[in-house]
């Protein structure tokens, strides 16, 4: 006999069941994207210009690639590595992300190594700029750039423009020494001088004493490397150690000279000439619609070089999807993301299949007043710059 009991409990169980098909055939339409930032603590302007270019891509290109839903996972390291390799695998394990991305500065970047390789998932890096991150994991692949490939065109610069004895300061840490090593390598082989090499910490840095050093050395610049969201304290101390006044040219990677920070350095940042990727004045349709739809979404906040970061990253996304036809197998999307190549707001760019890394412009610019506004305003081009730490191992 059949009871009123077993009929229940035989539709619950039906409707369970059509509960995890719905479930399941929700994930499969569905690509997970875990975006870990420093959103809190010293590094957070990183975070914020990072998730805000990401979700820009979002706003001008819908959320859905090769059919399949794109879902945003953003979460707060607050710049901590220990933090940032947990909730890495609680993203993995918990919320079954597909992609890891974001990773505000190189020890978080790292990580991160030991859990794509376990899991077999794709880390796409949208800030930290050591050149060797990508060569600890074959998952890692870059869209932000390499302190290597934004120094060496400084050099020549320098080089070139009656610039002779140089003191470099860099943050004391990954990226930093990259600058150090390749901006003097490419200066000395050039017949430059390096005076002084100063190494500043990263945490809660006061540049006075520094500084007071360089102005002592008398050189005809100085090279400096500082993490995005510290040049406008730089900028001032800068200032008030009268190196202006000294004659001491001030040269640069972007990264000093960030574009949401520069109106709020001022007249003292006029001038000062830098290498790198991205700057919100570059001449381009992409870019215009790129800086509008930004400012737009984020009460006016100007991007920098780490929102064109997420944004790219994006799209490096979207496109291996589109490439595997929706694949979200680890190998299958790191395949389609080898040679990928685009156009972005910052120019032509491709992912060198050897090394994952971004091939890019680097632009020198210089700090301009342009309709009342401080802008890096590009000079000069160099043009598919490859990360040079990688060609030197490739020559090896
Ligand atoms: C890194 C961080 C930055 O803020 C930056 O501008 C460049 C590099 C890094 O930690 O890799």
Redesign the pocket.
């Known amino acids: 006999m059949i009871t009123r009991r077993m009929l229940m409990a035989a539709s619950a169980g039906v409707a369970m069941l059509g509960q995890t098909a719905l479930t399941a055939s929700a994930q499969e339409d569905t690509v997970k994207i875990g975006l870990i930032l420093p959103m809190t603590g010293p590094?957070s302007s990183?975070g914020r210009q990072v998730e805000a270019g990401a979700r820009t891509y979002m706003e001008m290109n819908g959320d859905t690639a090769a059919g399949k839903t794109v879902e945003l996972i953003v979460r707060d390291d607050a710049g901590t590595a220990d933090q940032t390799r947990r909730i890495a695998q609680e993203l993995v394990v918990n919320e079954g992300v597909n992609v890891l991305a974001g990773f505000?500065?190189?020890p978080l970047a790292l990580s991160v190594g030991p859990v794509l390789n376990q899991a077999n998932i794709p880390a796409v890096i949208m800030?930290?700029?050591?050149a060797s991150i990508t060569k600890e994991s074959e998952y890692y692949t870059r869209t932000s750039f390499t302190l290597p490939q934004a120094s060496v065109p400084v050099a020549t610069w320098a080089n070139e423009n009656d610039i002779n004895r140089v003191v470099t300061l860099v943050t004391d840490y990954?990226?930093g020494i990259d600058a150090e090593t390749w901006f003097t390598k490419e200066f000395t082989e050039n017949g430059g001088e390096i005076v002084e090499a100063v190494r500043v910490p990263l945490e809660n840095p006061d540049f006075a004493p520094y500084l007071q050093r360089v102005r002592d050395s008398e050189p005809d610049a100085v090279f400096v490397f500082l993490?995005?969201?510290v040049g406008s304290l730089f900028m001032r101390q800068f200032t008030e150690r009268g190196l202006n006044e000294a004659g001491i040219r001030l040269i640069a990677t972007g990264?000093v000279t960030d574009d949401d920070l520069l109106n709020e350095m001022g007249e003292p940042a006029i001038g000062t000439i830098t290498g790198h990727h991205y700057s919100a004045a570059h001449e381009s349709p992409e870019n215009e619609a790129f800086v509008e739809s930004f400012e737009e979404a984020n009460d006016g906040m100007r991007p920098n070089f780490m929102a064109i970061g997420g944004y790219d990253g994006m799209h490096l996304i979207y496109a291996a999807l589109e490439e595997t036809e929706g694949e979200v197998d680890g190998d299958a999307l790191m395949e389609a993301i080898k040679g990928l190549s685009w156009t972005s707001p910052r120019g032509p760019v491709s992912i060198d299949p050897e090394t994952r890394d971004i091939i890019q412009n680097i632009y020198m610019r210089e700090v301009e007043e342009v309709d009342g506004e401080l802008y890096n305003v590009e000079f000069e081009t160099y043009e598919a710059v490859k990360d040079p730490a990688k060609a030197e191992d490739s020559a090896e």
């Open positions: 590094f990183t505000g500065l190189t800030a930290a700029a050591t990954g990226p993490p995005s969201g990264d």
